[in-house]
């Protein structure tokens, strides 16, 4: 790995300051979700049934996986500075487009086209995983996704008082504005921290495999996805549990909702602060045991007849300190496998982690009834958070042996 001087702030010859970072990646979590409180009011305005504009929601995710997959490649081989520029500076045309577009279909189009912001996600860890080594990539990753946290919490929130102050234009236009400011602090103060590669692209398409060949990537991508993956599940069946089961008024459900999401903040603090320290597998291991623990001791309640919204939401905290441990590390992980190809481990991690994700949010929303309450939910993130602790066992294992032959 090259030497690469400490960050100086606004300045383009110096790698990034971790503010920089924070604020990109910051704008395509805002990018998901501040515009959902619009989607009635968007559905007079285009004249068209909910349902299609709802498709919205998982179209840009569909969109923002392939993304993450085309986005990582491309920047190892021509540079995180110029492919991030690039993406918003489309991501801001494909906003105008949101804006002005004439009808629902159009519309659609353009928030797909929105999706390339996904590469403030998939770059700010690369750029991080270039400047710095394994486990100090870990803990800066970790304050970078604790911004991050923050950021779903409020969205909707300001999404919903922009459009009753304006209309649904409102939530684009600060998107749009707040691209465009993070174009002109990209272009001030990212300086480029890929190591240039000979070759063309089809070479680094060629060295692709390398990366998917790798045991200890997909251990670390498993880690990922499945303690991500309970908290989508949680995310899909939360809500109807929350209202359907527990009879929780939106004020309520609200705030214990937001459980998991301050737990998720306290666990990337101690992954920032302790990282370092302990190393990325057994932060991974730490947090997969947080999450299993309480997650068996709430099914263990609820089974034993003390099912509440209490115990339901309660356990949910510790799940996203576990997740707040689990993903900074084992991310980390998957971009020292092959740090020359820190972009595609990214982009395919995280297309990994969306797209599980997705599928476990759309499959506990067919688990739950009236009838059945919390518990069937609770079994589908036990089994995930299980899966992800079967994981970073099996990296730990092989990095032993590994270990044993140097």
């Given amino acids: 790995m090259r030497d690469l001087a400490p960050p100086r702030f606004l300045d383009p010859s110096s790698p990034p300051h971790i503010v920089t970072l924070t604020l990109v990646a910051g704008l395509s979590a805002l990018t998901m979700n501040i515009y959902l409180p619009s989607l009635p009011g968007m559905t007079a305005y285009f004249g068209a049934e909910y349902r299609v504009m709802q498709l919205s929601v998982p179209l840009f995710l569909a969109m923002n996986a392939v993304m993450q997959l085309a986005i990582g490649p491309i920047s190892d081989r021509y540079g995180r500075r110029p492919v991030l520029l690039v993406s918003f500076a489309l991501f801001l045309l494909a906003t105008l487009g949101c804006i002005f577009a004439p009808t629902a279909g159009a519309f659609l189009a353009f928030r797909m086209l929105q999706a390339v912001v996904a590469a403030g996600i998939v770059l700010s860890r690369a750029v991080v995983r270039d400047m710095v080594p394994a486990d100090r990539a870990a803990s800066m990753i970790a304050y970078v996704t604790m911004g991050m946290a923050l950021i779903p919490m409020v969205a909707p929130a300001l999404g919903g008082l922009l459009d009753s102050a304006f209309d649904w234009r409102a939530n684009f236009w600060l998107l749009f504005w707040l691209g465009l400011a993070l174009v002109w602090l990209l272009w001030r103060d990212l300086g480029e921290t890929a190591t240039q590669r000979e070759g063309g692209f089809a070479a680094q398409l ?201």
């Fill in 206 to 406: 060629r060295a692709y495999p390398e990366l998917l060949a790798s045991p200890r990537f997909w251990g670390y991508a498993a880690a990922t996805m499945f303690a991500s993956g309970a908290f989508f599940a949680y995310l899909g069946g939360a809500p109807f549990i929350g209202s359907e089961i527990y009879h929780l008024d939106p004020a309520t459900l609200g705030l214990l909702f937001g459980a998991a999401a301050l737990g998720y903040m306290i666990g990337n603090g101690i992954s920032g602060r302790y990282a370092l320290r302990f190393g990325i597998d057994r932060m991974v291991l730490a947090g997969a045991l947080v999450s299993t623990t309480a997650l068996a001791a709430a099914l263990a309640l609820h089974l034993a007849g003390w099912s509440s919204a209490l115990v339901f939401f309660g356990a949910m905290a510790p799940v996203g300190v576990g997740n707040g441990l689990v993903l900074p590390n084992a991310i980390a992980g998957t971009l020292s496998v092959r740090p020359e190809l820190a972009g595609s481990a990214s982009g395919l991690g995280g297309a990994l982690m969306i797209g599980g994700g997705a599928a476990l949010s759309a499959y506990s929303g067919t688990l739950l009834s009236l009838d059945s309450g919390a518990v069937p939910l609770i079994v589908l993130m036990l089994a995930s958070t299980l899966m992800s602790l079967a994981a970073i066992f099996l990296v730990m294992r092989r990095n032993a042996r590994l270990g044993d032959r140097m």
